[in-house]
């Protein structure tokens, strides 16, 4: 596709509904990325896969929170039992083909209200 | 362990006027660092990067940053602003040299008067 594409692009959920929200990396980009991006502050790492393989998810803040990408091309950020500390925009991020993650391309996000 | 400290939430710059958003880090090693911009309603874009070399980097949009090891700034600089330059801006910085393990600054929102 021409640039990450996430959906929702806004999402209401009441305390304790299950959310999924999925991106759209860029055609054969090797890495994704999704960063949370609270009110009035900088993007936050939460996990990051190469391919399939998820190498690092030390950012996800508690076991609610799971990331998927089976098959190495669109991903799923899963936050069961949502809690009102989860709203914020969710930023999902590619980089590539070659594995080369010097530059990221962020899609527009995903804006997460717990009412 | 890394850290980014942008000094200022907000800055206010008349049209035509020089920018100059500030940027501080800490890093157990020799950094990379990055500046994103995010307009609204639309996804982070870089704008410029320092790993290696040359240490005033020049980026999109008649932007410029220059790495001054003994101050730990990168501090990002337009010579005359412009309307179109309002947006979020964001210093980051990775270890690696990499986008995995980047660490954002909580960013400076800039106003472009008339």
């Known amino acids: 596709g021409a640039g990450v594409s996430q959906s929702p692009r806004y999402k209401v959920a009441k305390r304790g509904q299950d959310v999924a929200l999925r991106c759209d990396p860029i055609?054969?980009?090797?890495?994704l990325f999704w960063y949370q991006q609270a009110l009035g502050q900088g993007p936050e790492f939460l996990t990051y896969?190469?391919?399939?393989?998820?190498?690092?998810k030390s950012g996800l803040p508690s076991d609610r929170f799971f990331a998927e990408r089976p098959e190495g091309s669109v991903s799923t950020l899963k936050i069961q039992r949502t809690q009102q500390e989860d709203s914020a925009v969710y930023l999902c991020?590619?980089?590539?083909?070659?594995?080369?993650?010097?530059?990221?391309?962020f899609g527009s996000g995903t804006q997460l209200s717990v009412l | 362990a890394q850290s980014v400290t942008q000094l200022g939430s907000h800055v206010s710059v008349s049209e035509g006027a020089l920018v100059l958003l500030r940027c501080n880090y800490s890093?157990?090693?020799?950094?990379?660092l990055f500046w994103y911009v995010q307009y609204p309603n639309q996804g982070l874009q870089l704008l410029l990067k320092?790993?290696?070399?040359?240490?005033l980097v020049k980026g999109i949009n008649g932007f410029e940053a220059e790495f001054k090891k003994s101050e730990t700034s990168f501090h990002l600089t337009k010579p005359s602003a412009h309307m179109s330059d309002a947006a979020e801006y964001f210093c980051?910085?990775?270890?690696?040299?990499?986008?995995?393990?980047?660490?954002f600054g909580k960013g400076t929102h800039l106003i472009i008067q008339p």
């Open positions: 896969f190469q391919n399939e393989a998820q190498l690092d």
């Open positions: 980051a910085v990775s270890p690696r040299g990499g986008a995995d393990g980047l660490t």
């Open positions: 320092y790993t290696t070399g040359a240490t």
């Open positions: 055609s054969g980009h090797v890495s």
């Open positions: 991020a590619s980089s590539g083909p070659t594995g080369s993650n010097e530059k990221l391309f």
């Open positions: 890093s157990s090693v020799p950094p990379y």
